[in-house]
């Protein structure tokens, strides 16, 4: 049995057109994945690119790395940042007044696993089956 494996590598500045570069780059999934499936994958990869964006302190020389791996249709991604990281909650919920705090509402919604590493930079990674 064949596997198609294909893999997204890429680096980006913590600047507002960061989500929609990351999105873009997902193009290359179009023959790989079914289209709502990959349109899950782009939020959940707009979505957390953009909680690096806003959320972790960096400096503009700071990347932000975008890791998305899809083998046979299955997709794990991962989002990588130098900041200093946020307390995963144990549900995640919007803010009280609804003004923000979807992102990892989202993530946890729409991916069948996800979850928070620490180490030389903070990594949030998914698994879409």
């Known amino acids: 049995m064949t596997q198609q494996l294909e893999r997204i590598d890429l680096k980006l500045a913590p600047e507002p057109k960061a989500p929609l570069t990351a999105r873009r780059a997902l193009d290359?999934?179009?023959?790989?994945l079914p289209p709502s499936k990959l349109e899950d994958v782009r939020l959940v990869v707009s979505e957390l690119v953009t909680n690096s964006v806003l959320h972790a302190?960096?400096?503009p020389k700071d990347r932000?790395?975008?890791?998305v791996a899809v083998r046979d249709?299955?997709?794990r991604g991962e989002i990588q940042d130098p900041?200093?990281?946020f307390g995963v909650p144990s549900k995640p919920q919007p803010r009280p007044d609804f003004s923000g705090g979807w992102g990892l509402q989202i993530v946890d919604r729409i991916s069948d696993r996800w979850g928070v590493e620490r180490g030389g930079t903070i990594s949030v990674w998914f698994e879409i089956y």
């Open 83 to 85: 900041g200093s990281g």
């Open 28 to 32: 290359r999934l179009v023959n790989l």
């Open 64 to 67: 932000i790395r975008v890791v």
């Open 57 to 59: 302190g960096l400096s």
């Open 73 to 75: 249709g299955a997709v």
